[in-house]
């Protein structure tokens, strides 16, 4: 089966000469649910961006290849990977930058030539999956946070990607968006890379973990033997919250 | 954040001017101040027609005055400018008796210029205000892109529409930071702190700038805005 994602010794420097990334190997499957932890500043948006070819040796110094579903990512290959690939950026404000929801919504599949009925329908398929379809006809700055983080997972899903990719989704949310957010992720049926430092929500949603430390993947297999490796959380500044222990939580209660 | 609105001119109304097509609209506040600028400045009982004509919309809008003229402050310096000109021109003086039996001696097509200036303007302003009371930003927008207004132009005016209030938001927060260390923006003993915050909001605007770009590359924008009137 062709991996999603299959990154190959990925290295890469800023133009400035910080070296963000040093050779990463990553592979991600159909249909896994996987995230990317790491302390604040290992790379991880780095990593997002060379997803779909924002950052790539040719922006900078960098070495190794970036395919998704078998496609290398190339300049050639752009508006093909960028339909392939859909990011969700860590600050909605970013994201959602037309006059209204629907607009915005309807902004990547218009790029992909859609028109008129179908991309009507698109952009209502999409808010209907995030819940937000009756807030079409609104400002998208009207809209509470958690709103607006739903409706940037909507702009991305409306050009149906083969993989979803979230910088930090839970951030900024309050408890109950933050649930919110993770029954919608549960319920879509597309491969999911997440990043967070949100190590319960990892946990909750991710049956497979990847770290990345100092631009390194230094850890990778399931949420739960991650969490519990105590030796590897300490080394690496991830911590787990106060009061919250993976091992008390129920085993048939994870995913996976 | 970004909870404020992003049309503080915009009156909420369905009255025919709310819902006459935004290109019409447009085109007729064009024409309306085109006319006005052209009007002599001694033509007086044309001017009271451009206001009649004026009046006659802003009624038929049924937006309330009281909403209009607050609105219309933006006007002052302009008027200010325009009242200095009658002591600051040359040509013949007319004296101007005052209460108090003072009389004040001022230049005569100076004080003519001051009347079209401060007319001209206050139609002009009142007209905008109108479009915009009753018109949604986003629509004058496509109105303009419907009266084929360069792509580019178009698309500045519609993110400047969309990060206004997230930018004034960022600013807000920065001065409630500087107040809350006790500084005092408007003293001028912390207009240094002042001028760096302004400065950083610059850098984090553009960063945001920057970022909002990246967003849209990577949702296959190509330099143009789709046409997304379909999904409407
Ligand atoms: N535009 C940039 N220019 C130079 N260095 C950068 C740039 N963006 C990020 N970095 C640096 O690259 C490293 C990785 O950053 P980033 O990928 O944003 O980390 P993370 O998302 O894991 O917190 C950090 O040390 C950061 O300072
Ligand atoms: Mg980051």
Redesign the pocket.
């Known amino acids: 089966m062709t991996p999603v994602l299959d990154l190959q010794g990925v290295a890469f420097a800023?133009p400035?000469g910080?070296q963000?990334l040093f050779g990463v190997d990553l592979h991600v499957h159909p249909g896994e649910r996987v995230a990317l932890l790491?302390p604040?500043?290992?790379?991880?948006?780095?990593l997002v961006l060379h997803l779909n070819g924002i950052l790539s040796a040719e922006s900078g110094h960098g070495a190794g290849s970036v395919r998704v579903s078998g496609l290398p990512v190339t300049k050639k290959n752009l508006a093909e990977i960028r339909r392939r690939v859909g990011i969700v950026f860590q600050d909605p404000d970013d994201q959602l930058f037309m006059g209204s929801v629907r607009a915005d919504v309807a902004f990547g599949p218009a790029n992909l030539g859609l028109r008129g009925a179908a991309l009507d329908k698109r952009v209502m398929d999409a808010l209907e999956q995030v819940g937000m379809a009756e807030f079409a006809d609104r400002p998208p700055h009207h809209l509470s946070f958690g709103q607006r983080r739903r409706v940037a997972v909507a702009t991305v899903l409306a050009m149906e990607p083969e993989i979803l990719v979230l910088d930090e989704p839970s951030s900024n949310l309050d408890p109950a968006s933050r649930r919110e957010l993770a029954d919608i992720l549960r319920s879509l049926d597309v491969t999911v890379l997440m990043v967070t430092h949100d190590l319960p929500y990892a946990l909750e949603l991710c049956p497979r973990s990847v770290v990345l430390s100092g631009g390194r993947v230094v850890a990778d297999g399931r949420t739960y033997d991650v969490l519990t490796d105590d030796e590897l959380m300490r080394a690496h500044r991830l911590e787990l919250p106060w009061g919250f222990d993976p091992r008390s939580i129920p085993v048939d209660s994870l995913p996976g | 954040m970004g909870a404020g609105h992003g049309h503080r001119l915009h009156f909420h109304g369905h009255s025919v001017v709310h819902r006459a097509p935004a290109h019409l609209k447009i085109l007729a506040l064009l024409a309306f101040v085109l006319v006005v600028v052209a009007t002599p400045r001694d033509w007086y009982a044309a001017y009271a027609v451009h206001l009649a004509i004026l009046l006659g919309v802003v009624a038929a809008s049924r937006v309330p005055l009281g909403y209009l003229l607050p609105r219309m402050v933006i006007e002052v310096p302009f008027l200010l400018f325009a009242a200095l000109i009658p002591f600051i021109a040359e040509g013949p003086q007319v004296a101007v008796a005052l209460p108090g039996g003072w009389e004040l001696s001022v230049s005569e097509p100076g004080l003519l210029a001051a009347w079209g200036l401060a007319a001209k303007g206050t139609l002009g302003v009142l007209a905008s205000l109108t479009l915009a009371a009753t018109t949604e930003p986003d629509a004058v927008l496509r109105g303009l892109q419907r009266l084929r207004m360069p792509e580019l132009l178009v698309q500045i005016m519609a993110f400047m529409v969309r990060y206004l209030d997230v930018v004034t938001a960022d600013l807000g927060r920065m001065l409630t930071a500087m107040r809350s260390r006790g500084a005092d923006p408007r003293s001028p003993r912390h207009w240094p702190a002042l001028a760096r915050t302004l400065g950083a909001l610059f850098v984090r605007s553009y960063e945001r700038g920057e970022r909002v770009h990246l967003a849209m590359l990577s949702r296959g924008y190509d330099g143009r805005l789709p046409d997304v009137e379909g999904a409407r």
């Not at chain 1, 604040?40 to 780095?46: D, I, Q, S």
């Open positions: 800023y400035d910080h963000a790491g604040n500043g290992a790379g991880k948006t780095t």
